[in-house]
């Protein structure tokens, strides 16, 4: 393993331990407000501090792990849930009207700015973090669907591709046995890059008030919260920020160590 | 903070050049339209009232009445005539003359059938106008009506002429100190000095109104010294900043603005009594005063502003009493708590304070979920179409208890008991017997726990030092600039 794709798990299990740890444990209860104690800067009680409610800032992060992750990976669920099976379809179906249309709705998803539109699906049908699932989810099926075809018709012009079709096995099942665990490495290392970008929408979403509705703690809102209190109590800013750069760029390490050590070329390069 | 000195004098540098006669006001809602006999949005009168326009009568700083276009005035015996006398040599910016007239016109249109004025209520007492010569004008009531000149004083209740009422909306025409110049939609409204003003002229030849609606840019921009004062700065955590710092003065008046815990009276469950007690007495008035407003406003018990002398103390009607609040819900038949909506509009007190207030809730096992709303939404959403559970609102025009009465009103209460003791109010015109009867309405409220009442809206007002005549309390939404000026 590279030095990359081990800071890259390392990173990225210490917020998704932090999300599991949540469940069962947090220094602080997030939902008791204790107003007296707010703004305090980071000490050996609240080692971030607590916010403008009084609450402790690292347990919110916790949380906040929590409503992040699962944001962004059932986001990813949804584009790899929808778009690899287009994607096979579309490239068994080569030439096809089917391809045709399937690809040609991916250029119009595609033509879209992302965060624009989960803006305003989330605008349109209410704010939560179900609609923002749903908003980043929905660009996320054409990103799997073009990477799936691609790949996909590399494969169906190859030889053992060619052998299963002679030994009359059908496209359908072509697909989900012969072609889907050839790309899977791939989808693997494109799951986790959506998965990071994924976050960041999350984030983005809820800075603008559109993601996870109060009290339900997310880092994006931590942010806008701290907003007019940068000033007074930076570290109200500061962890939530760490929080989402350290875990994108967690992500990112992995997504690429995970690229370089799954690639079959390299493989043989390294042995 | 090392590097303020060096802004700082950066800045000296720049107020230094710039002429004295001017000021830049930044307020923090830009107004929909500028016609404020038309629109209900308080920012038509933020930048207008005084300023552009003027009534009869007008409110002072401190809430008094004073005279305005009319110079004196003579109430019959019987409080149901009022005689103007009006200011001689009045004129409209654009050139006509105002006169008895332009009275009549002003109030005959405010309350005609068809009128959009949005406080037609005002006028509602008002049975005929009429001109007896230019100069005075005689107004007769159906009843009498304690009320009458403080309702004049309203914005809603400007003189405007005939010739150009039907355009207000972008081009004002009034009588005040200072003229509209030009609208920049989305940025700023400029005013300058009006020459041919009858009173006292304004000593500022120029004044512009920003609007600046983010936080964290308000902050800037007052720090920067983009703008000389921040009417209503909207975000109370600052202040300790300004306070300190010498370029400025903070000033943190009353308002007319009662900030309360709306509730859907008619909307189970809150239309049992029992569980709008609950409500109230679940509430930590304290706690959402330092969480949301950093401090900064005064707990009220009823809907009624703390500094008239008419006010009453309830608050203990409705102290902080969880266990009392489970109690209630429990004798309600909602021992396990329910489930409701609490639709939150922009303001920093409704979004800071609707977390604390839903966290306070949960801990007697009401289950509010917060959602978060645009003014728009939440004026066709929740005000208009009534659909809501719970909604934290500061209403902010004066001696507004009146609503009450209002069945349809969006927390639906006019209970007929509370109808008939504002009608016995308004034909009352003895200041003792009418405080009396304004206290007996606050208290029904209060103990009908309409809404659970949180406090009194302050205003902060930052502004450079040298600043002087801006007002201190709001009791209209108003920024009057006619006595403001630069001190030495």
């Not at chain 1, 104690?37 to 000490?43: I, N, Y």
């Not at chain 1, 806008?224 to 000033?231: C, I, P, R």
């Not at chain 2, 103007?84 to 405010?110: I, N, P, Q, Y």
């Not at chain 2, 200072?178 to 300058?192: A, C, H, P, T, Y």
């Amino acid at each position: 393993m590279s030095r990359n794709l081990t800071l890259g798990i390392a990173l990225t299990s210490v917020f998704v331990l932090a999300a599991f740890v949540s469940f069962v444990f947090t220094p602080y209860n997030i939902e008791q407000l204790d107003i007296p104690a707010k703004l305090q800067p980071p000490s050996a009680q609240h080692w971030f501090g607590t916010d403008h409610f009084g609450r402790d800032i690292l347990s919110m992060i916790m949380v906040g792990a929590r409503t992040s992750i699962a944001v962004a990976l059932l986001a990813v669920g949804i584009g790899m849930g929808l778009g690899i099976p287009l994607g096979l379809g579309a490239a068994a179906l080569r030439g096809g009207w089917l391809d045709e249309v399937i690809m040609r709705g991916n250029d119009l998803v595609f033509a879209f700015p992302s965060l624009v539109i989960a803006i305003l699906i989330t605008a349109v049908f209410g704010a939560g973090a179900v609609n923002a699932i749903i908003a980043i989810g929905v660009f996320n099926i054409p990103v799997f669907a073009r990477l799936t075809r691609g790949a996909a018709l590399g494969l169906w012009s190859r030889d053992f591709v060619l052998a299963a079709r002679v030994a009359g096995k059908s496209r359908a099942r072509i697909s989900l046995e012969h072609i889907l665990p050839n790309i899977a490495n791939l989808m693997i290392v494109q799951g986790t890059i959506q998965f990071s970008l994924g976050i960041l929408a999350e984030a983005g979403l809820s800075y603008v008030g559109l993601g996870a509705q109060p009290p339900i703690p997310s880092w994006g809102r931590m942010l806008a919260d701290a907003q007019t209190l940068v000033s007074i109590a930076p570290h109200l800013a500061l962890f939530p920020g760490m929080a989402i750069i350290l875990t994108v760029l967690g992500l990112n390490l992995m997504g690429d160590g995970l690229r370089d050590w799954l690639d079959p070329r390299l493989r043989i390069l390294r042995t | 903070m090392r590097f303020t000195p060096i802004l700082a004098a950066l800045a000296l540098s720049a107020s230094a050049a710039a002429a004295q006669d001017a000021i830049t006001v930044a307020i923090q809602l830009e107004p929909p339209n500028l016609d404020p006999t038309a629109g209900a949005a308080g920012a038509i009168d933020s930048v207008l009232y005084s300023n552009v326009y003027e009534g009869l009568t007008r409110f002072a700083s401190d809430g008094s009445i004073i005279p305005g276009l009319a110079r004196e005035w003579e109430i019959s015996e019987d409080g149901l005539t009022y005689t103007f006398h009006l200011h001689e040599g009045v004129t409209f910016h654009d050139g006509s003359a105002m006169d008895a007239e332009d009275v009549k016109f002003s109030l005959d249109r405010a309350r005609a059938e068809d009128s959009t004025n949005a406080q037609k209520g005002l006028f509602a007492p008002i049975e005929s106008v009429e001109v007896v010569d230019p100069l005075t004008v005689k107004v007769t009531l159906s009843a009498p009506t304690g009320n009458f000149l403080f309702n004049m004083a309203w914005g809603d209740a400007v003189i405007v002429a005939p010739e150009s009422a039907d355009n207000l909306a972008n081009m004002p025409v009034g009588t005040g100190a200072f003229k509209f110049d030009n609208w920049v939609q989305g940025d700023r409204i400029e005013l300058s000095r009006n020459p041919e003003y009858w009173g006292e002229p304004a000593k500022l030849a120029r004044a512009t109104f920003k609007f600046i609606a983010d936080p964290t840019a308000a902050f800037a921009a007052v720090m920067a010294e983009d703008v000389d004062a921040f009417v209503g700065f909207p975000a109370p955590e600052n202040l300790p900043q300004f306070e300190a710092d010498p370029r400025f003065q903070v000033l943190v008046g009353n308002t007319e603005g009662e900030t309360i815990l709306a509730m859907n009276n008619k909307l189970p469950p809150f239309d049992n009594v029992k569980v709008r007690e609950a409500v109230a007495h679940a509430i930590d008035r304290q706690a959402i005063i330092d969480g949301a407003m950093f401090g900064v406003g005064t707990p009220i018990g009823t809907h009624f502003a703390p500094h008239n002398p008419a006010y009453v103390d309830l608050t203990d009607l409705s102290q902080f009493d969880p266990e009392l609040s489970k109690k209630l819900l429990a004798e309600a038949g909602f021992a396990d708590g329910f489930e409701t909506t609490l639709k939150l509009p922009p303001p920093s007190y409704a979004r800071r304070g609707g977390e604390i207030i839903a966290s306070q809730l949960r801990a007697v096992g009401i289950d509010a979920k917060i959602e978060n709303q645009e003014w728009a939404q939440w004026l066709e959403n929740t005000f208009k179409g009534k659909d809501f559970g719970l909604t934290i609102v500061s209403h902010t025009e004066p001696m507004d208890i009146g609503i009450y009465a209002n069945p349809d009103y969006y927390f639906q209460y006019g209970k007929p008991e509370f109808v008939a003791l504002m009608d016995k109010l308004n034909a009352t015109t003895d200041p003792e017997a009418r405080t009396a009867l304004l206290q007996d309405a606050q208290r029904m409220i209060a103990e009908d726990y309409v809404n659970a009442y949180l406090f009194e809206l302050a205003i902060p007002t930052i502004a450079k030092t040298d600043l002087k005549g801006l007002w201190l309390d709001q009791p209209t939404q108003a920024v009057d600039l006619t006595g403001v000026s630069w001190g030495q």
